[in-house]
């Protein structure tokens, strides 16, 4: 298997032949999901001791109960439904801080109420095309990271590498 350091390399280079083909109003938000999931959002976040888990600092935290449920090479190394998993462990992770800061609040007397996110709201945040650009970012690093993997495999069965 690569290491951290390879996937990030060859991440970073395909990224300029892959964004030349974007257009200008959608680059930020393709670079963002793909530098994301180049460093934070990897399918190696299935494996707490690795560069992109500790990449979190002090929230690294988070990822100790996927580790749990996620063998590595499992999930997150399956294109599209790792990045998915990994997008909704973190949403749950994010209702269950916010939910419980709400609570917290109303209980000491601070009235607070919970957004208030209908269907309409999210089908339009997730028809947004600067939305789709961040998340086809996503995917396309994790669908890099997965072939370096596949690539670095199939070298090292031939003996090509160490």
Do not use: C, Q
């Amino acid at each position: 298997m690569a290491s951290g350091r390879t996937h990030d390399i060859i991440n970073l280079i395909a990224l300029p032949p892959i964004v030349y083909y974007l257009s200008p109003s959608d680059f930020p938000f393709f670079v963002g999901g793909y530098m994301a999931g180049t460093f934070f959002l990897t399918p190696d976040v299935d494996t707490y001791h690795s560069k992109p888990v500790k990449r979190w600092k002090f929230l690294k935290f988070i990822w100790k109960p996927y580790t749990k449920f996620s063998k590595h090479r499992g999930i997150s190394h399956i294109p599209f439904y790792g990045s998915l998993t990994k997008l909704l462990y973190l949403l749950i992770i994010f209702y269950i801080v916010y939910f419980g800061v709400v609570f917290g609040l109303n209980y000491i007397g601070i009235k607070t109420t919970i957004i208030n996110l209908n269907e309409n709201n999210l089908k339009e945040l997730l028809l947004n095309i600067h939305t789709i650009s961040f998340l086809m970012g996503l995917f396309m690093a994790e669908i890099m990271h997965i072939l370096v993997d596949i690539v670095y495999s199939s070298l090292k069965k031939v003996k090509l590498i160490r």
